[in-house]
């Protein structure tokens, strides 16, 4: 099982910064891939930006150049570095992990948190 808790959502002004943090904890093998998600009021649920265990990136084009995914992979820890944000960023971000339980286990499974409310506002 893997638990994922984020933190270090909030309020802030349109051009402002937020970096959201994301720790899981558990019993793994290995976590491959993690990243944020983003569901913004009447909207589906998007990727924002992933980063893999070996730390290639990818990110939605809305967020490039803005945002920024990095990761300790020591601490099985992933950060999302948020700048110039927009009110268009208002939304719930998730956090996903992609992990193994075991390692003779060849599926690996998504897991959530819980979602941390960003807002950008005046």
């Known amino acids: 099982q893997v638990h994922l808790v984020e933190s270090g959502g909030g309020l802030v002004q349109p051009g402002g910064s937020l970096r959201l943090s994301c720790a899981a904890s558990g019993n793994f093998f290995n976590i491959n891939v993690m990243g944020w998600y983003r569901q913004a009021p009447g909207k589906q649920r998007e990727l924002v930006g992933t980063?893999?265990?070996?730390?290639?990136?990818t990110y939605v084009d809305s967020v490039k150049g803005r945002f920024t995914v990095s990761r300790d992979n020591a601490k099985n820890t992933v950060f999302l570095q948020m700048n110039s944000l927009k009110p268009e960023d208002t939304a719930v971000y998730y956090c996903k992990a992609v992990a193994r339980l075991r390692s003779w286990s060849g599926a690996a499974n998504d897991y959530w948190g819980q979602g941390t409310q960003v807002t950008i506002s005046s």
């Open positions: 980063i893999t265990s070996g730390g290639s990136t």
